[in-house]
């Protein structure tokens, strides 16, 4: 990512993060688990809610989604990211309010 093009991504997970802490609260009332199909669910929560922003490029938010590069499970079990070092933005950042708000 071009320096340049910082501010919009920035802007971007500026306004990810209310939402995710909502979208996460919401679900965080149940306490349930974060398990890999409910943190996929969120995540398509939170790109939904960030696409319908009128200053936000689609570009931008797509740089938060997790990618077909990682080969993410779809499933009801835990979401256990083991020693990656390599998580989709949008991911880490449910995963960490998911477990803050705990």
Same mark, same amino acid.
């Given at each position: 990512?071009?320096?340049?093009?910082?501010?919009?991504?920035?802007?971007?997970?500026?306004?990810?993060?209310?939402?995710?802490?909502?979208?996460?609260?919401?679900? &965080? =009332? %149940? *306490? #349930?688990?974060?398990?890999?199909?409910? +943190?996929?669910?969120m995540?398509?929560?939170?790109?939904?809610? /960030?696409? &319908? =922003? %009128? *200053? #936000?490029?689609?570009?931008?938010?797509? +740089?938060?989604?997790?990618?077909?590069?990682?080969?993410?499970? /779809?499933?009801?079990?835990?979401?256990?990211?083991?020693?990656?070092?390599?998580?989709?933005?949008?991911?880490?950042?449910?995963?960490?309010?998911?477990h803050?708000?705990?």
């Amino acid at each position: 990512m071009h320096p340049d093009n910082m501010p919009e991504f920035n802007a971007v997970i500026t306004q990810a993060e209310p939402i995710i802490i909502a979208i996460v609260a919401r679900h &965080r =009332a %149940d *306490d #349930l688990p974060l398990t890999w199909r409910l +943190l996929h669910a969120m995540e398509s929560e939170v790109l939904a809610e /960030l696409s &319908r =922003a %009128d *200053d #936000l490029q689609p570009a931008y938010i797509n +740089l938060i989604r997790h990618s077909g590069v990682f080969n993410y499970p /779809l499933n009801d079990e835990p979401v256990d990211f083991g020693k990656s070092g390599a998580i989709a933005c949008a991911f880490s950042m449910i995963y960490e309010a998911y477990h803050r708000l705990h």
